[in-house]
């Protein structure tokens, strides 16, 4: 049975970008969506397909951003406590639904690939970490801090610079994977 090519863009659509809204209530319930997603889902599962392809420093890679996801989704919760399970929003939902679309497929092309699929997951995951700190998060910090909202615009930072941490940790790493994969060829 032939499998169709996962490719990076494919991936990539499994990525829920969170939605700045018309005040920081709907702003911040929207990030909590998407951190959790990463936390839950996302990252999870590129760590899954990590493991299968017998990398395992990578997969506790996954884990461990899947971690601080969370994290991120904490230190906002704390300032905004009502916020509650917010609602599943329409591009969560749509990347999850991309997700499992792809899954089964993943399983057999990293049985057949593994380093092309992890090197997908791994650019996936830089330009998913570069969006958030250099695009979305920077203008939900801008909006509290529109609103006078020092405290909240002091979180969104922290998340930035988490990102940016993340970006750097996942490019440390497929250049790691592609040396090894140039490695093996010599």
Known sequence: MKHPEITEDMIFQCFSAAQRCTDQHGTAASFVDVEEYENQIMYPEFARWAEK?????????????AGEEKLHA????ELYDDIGVPPRGEDTQRAIDALETIKANCDALVAMNPKGVVEKALSVAIR???REY????????????ENDDAQTAA????????????????HAALKD?????VAETA
């Open 53 to 65: 392809a017998g990398q395992r420093d990578l997969a506790r890679l996954f884990r461990k951003v």
């Open 74 to 77: 904490v230190w906002l919760r």
């Open 128 to 130: 998913v970490e570069e």
């Open 134 to 145: 250099r695009d979305i998060y920077p203008r939900f910090r801008d909006q509290a801090l």
């Open 155 to 170: 979180v969104y930072q922290r998340v930035i610079d988490s990102e940016q941490q993340h970006a750097e940790w996942f």
């Open 177 to 181: 994977v592609q040396s090894a994969a």
